[in-house]
T-cell receptor, first 116, second 113 residues
Framework: DTEVTQTPKHLVMGMTNKKSLKCEQH?????MYWYKQKAKKPPELMFV???????INESVPSRFSPECPNSSLLNLHLHALQPEDSALYLC???????????????FGSGTRLTVV | SQQGEEDPQALSIQEGENATMNCSYK?????LQWYRQNSGRGLVHLIL?????REKHSGRLRVTLDTSKKSSSLLITASRAADTASYFC?????????????FGTGTKLQVIP
């Protein structure tokens, strides 16, 4: 299995809702990432997990809460989001987080989030 | 923060022609990667070049890296309609510790059949 699976593919939520995005990989990768991508912009790093521990938080607002329950799963919990948080949320994984693996990152297809 | 800027922002060519995209970055890097993104989907890793390498090939792709100029180029030869996508360079800054890859602004390539 050489894929990163993200669910759901699309999500519409109100500003008072609580929802979660899920990401799963079975490649034995030890680093997992959340990126946010606005339309016609590059992906922006949000969080990095290495060996199930949060190693980088790019000053992301607390209404985004990451969780790594085990080495294969990564969640992003959403609460009290704003309309400007609407974006494509991408999950990625890599063999390690510091060796510059020649295989690079494996990305999921993303969750298209709309906050209304 | 964005590390790389790409040029051109958009490129339209005929099928069979070559496409060249350039990436400039600001700080020292461990490696530079190129990714492709089809509209609204995830990114696909194309190739990684390390800071001590100057050129790398993979199929129809040729990547060069000039660390003195802090720039890289991606050449796609004999382009196909299926190559239509956005292409991003991604840099891994030489700051030690964890990989903190950041993406450039991207080049949108259209290959006309």
């Amino acid at each position: 299995d050489t894929e990163v699976t993200q669910t759901p593919k699309h999500l519409v939520m109100g500003m008072t809702n609580k929802k979660s995005l899920k990401c799963e990989q079975h490649m034995g990768h030890r680093a997992m990432y959340w990126y946010k991508q606005k339309a016609k912009k590059p992906p922006e790093l949000m969080f990095v997990y290495s060996y199930e521990k949060l190693s980088i938080n790019e000053s992301v607002p607390s209404r985004f809460s990451p969780e790594c329950p085990n080495s294969s799963l990564l969640n992003l919990h959403l609460h009290a989001l704003q309309p400007e948080d609407s974006a494509l949320y991408l999950c990625a994984s890599s063999q390690e987080s510091w060796t510059g693996d020649v295989r690079g990152y494996t990305f999921g297809s993303g969750t298209r989030l709309t906050v209304v | 923060s964005q590390q790389g800027e790409e040029d051109p922002q958009a490129l339209s060519i005929q099928e069979g022609e070559n496409a060249t995209m350039n990436c400039s970055y600001k700080t020292s890097i461990n490696n530079l990667q190129w990714y492709r993104q089809n509209s609204g989907r995830g990114l696909v890793h194309l190739i990684l070049i390390r800071s001590n390498e100057r050129e790398k090939h993979s199929g129809r792709l040729r990547v060069t890296l000039d660390t003195s100029k802090k720039s890289s180029s991606l050449l796609i030869t004999a382009s196909r309609a299926a190559d239509t996508a956005s292409y991003f360079c991604a840099t891994d800054p030489n700051s030690g510790g964890y990989q903190k890859v950041t993406f450039g602004t991207g080049t949108k390539l259209q290959v006309i059949p």
